[in-house]
Nanobody
Framework: QVQLVESGGGLVQAGGSLRLSCTAA????????MGWFRQAPGKEREFVAA????????YYADPVKGRFTISRDNAKNTVYLQMNSLEPEDTAVYYC??????????????????WGQGTQVTVSS
């Protein structure tokens, strides 16, 4: 019943842009903090960005600040990640996640209740 479906990944040259989308179903999307995480080959999953359900405040990992923008459209049950000025180090599988409790540890993967299947982003040099 609960589904998070990511889309928008693909292959792009360094300096290019991609927009990831994650559409949710089976829970009250507007009451969840939504986050994006990524996992590159040989590395652990890392936090990318999050947006709170209450204030709409956004948070970003240092490597993507100024380049990525997270947003949400509660009417469409969708969260987006606009990625600009992409670099080869951004290459990873990107995962959408939903956090019901919306605490102060939005940057920790175990805090999230639901996860999408992931979408591959590959940035060539």
């Amino acid at each position: 019943q609960v589904q998070l479906v990511e889309s928008g990944g693909g292959l792009v040259q360094a300096g290019g842009s991609l927009r990831l989308s994650c559409t949710a179903a089976g829970f009250t999307f507007s009451l969840y903090t939504m986050g994006w995480f990524r996992q590159a080959p040989g590395k652990e999953r890392e936090f990318v960005a999050a947006i709170r359900w209450s204030s709409g405040n956004t948070y970003y990992a240092d490597p993507v600040k100024g380049r990525f923008t997270i947003s949400r459209d509660n009417a469409k049950n969708t969260v987006y990640l606009q990625m600009n000025s992409l670099e080869p180090e951004d290459t990873a599988v990107y995962y959408c996640a939903a956090d019901k409790y919306g605490g102060d540890t939005y940057y920790l993967g175990p805090e999230y209740d639901y996860w999408g299947q992931g979408t591959q982003v590959t940035v060539s040099s």
